[in-house]
């Protein structure tokens, strides 16, 4: 089990930006993929972004290059830069992780989520 903590979250005005924070601990293992979801009020968790161990990323299609998905294993941290931030990115932002031991998947663990609320 792998427990998440998020971090980071708060109110910002449209336009500004905003780095949430995903610290980890427990049995992490070298591969696997750590990501950012999120969930508006009345509406499905979509994803945000993903990085995996090998530092390949996958980001969502409404994010349309404002965001970024950095790690860092040292501190078992995984962050998420957010530029140029609009109202329609309110939302709880929840932190995935999913491991895997030689290939196979093993676990899949989220946080509780932090609020992002974006506004004027």
């Known amino acids: 089990q792998v427990r998440l903590v998020e971090s980071g979250g708060g109110l910002v005005q449209p336009g500004g930006s905003l780095n949430v924070s995903c610290a980890a601990s427990?049995?992490?293992?070298?591969?696997?993929?750590m990501g950012w979801y999120r969930q508006a009020p009345g509406k499905e968790r979509e994803l945000v972004a993903t990085?995996?161990?090998?530092?390949?990323?996958n980001y969502g299609d409404f994010v349309k290059g404002r965001f970024t998905i950095s790690r860092d294993n040292a501190k078992s941290t995984v962050y998420l830069q957010m530029n140029s931030l609009k109202p329609e990115d309110t939302a709880v932002y929840y932190c995935?992780?999913?491991?895997?031991?030689?290939?196979?998947?093993?676990?899949?663990?989220w946080g509780q989520g932090t609020q992002v609320t974006v506004s004027s």
């Open positions: 995935n992780s999913k491991q895997y031991i030689n290939g196979y998947y093993i676990s899949d663990d």
């Open positions: 427990g049995r992490i293992f070298s591969s696997n993929i």
């Open positions: 990085i995996s161990s090998g530092g390949s990323t």
